[in-house]
């Protein structure tokens, strides 16, 4: 059984930094495309950042430049580092992990293309 955890959230200041962590079980990230999206209250859930498994790295424009994605094979983990934080980035940041090996679809796939874990709140103040 696949399971995505995140962990990593927190309050911070306009212009802080955090790091989200996702830690797989049931499945080696290093054979999946990993990715964090995001979604804020009312608005829909959008991708941020995706690594597939051969490293290639991905960003949303709204990110690119601030946040970088990066992975532990060792420990089966993800990471998203965010620095420079806007309150615009706050959101609950949810980990996925794509269903099928050595694939990458991109930011926008159906949902179900993807397992998820339960969200990480990140919450920026001005």
């Known amino acids: 059984q696949v399971q995505v955890v995140e962990s990593g959230g927190g309050l911070v200041q306009a212009g802080g930094s955090l790091r989200l962590s996702c830690t797989a079980s049931g499945l080696t990230v290093d054979d999946y495309t990993m990715g964090w999206f995001r979604q804020a209250p009312g608005k829909e859930r959008e991708g941020v950042s995706l690594?597939?498994?051969?490293?290639?790295?991905y960003y949303a424009e709204s990110v690119k430049g601030r946040f970088t994605i990066s992975r532990d094979n060792a420990k089966n983990t993800v990471y998203l580092q965010m620095n420079s934080l806007k309150p615009e980035d706050t959101a609950m940041y949810y980990c996925?992990?794509?269903?099928?090996?050595?694939?990458?679809?991109?930011?926008?796939?159906?949902?179900?293309?993807?397992?998820w874990g339960q969200g990480t709140q990140v919450t920026v103040s001005s």
């Open positions: 690594i597939s498994w051969i490293g290639n790295t």
């Open positions: 996925a992990a794509d269903r099928v090996r050595f694939r990458f679809s991109g930011f926008k796939p159906p949902d179900d293309n993807w397992y």
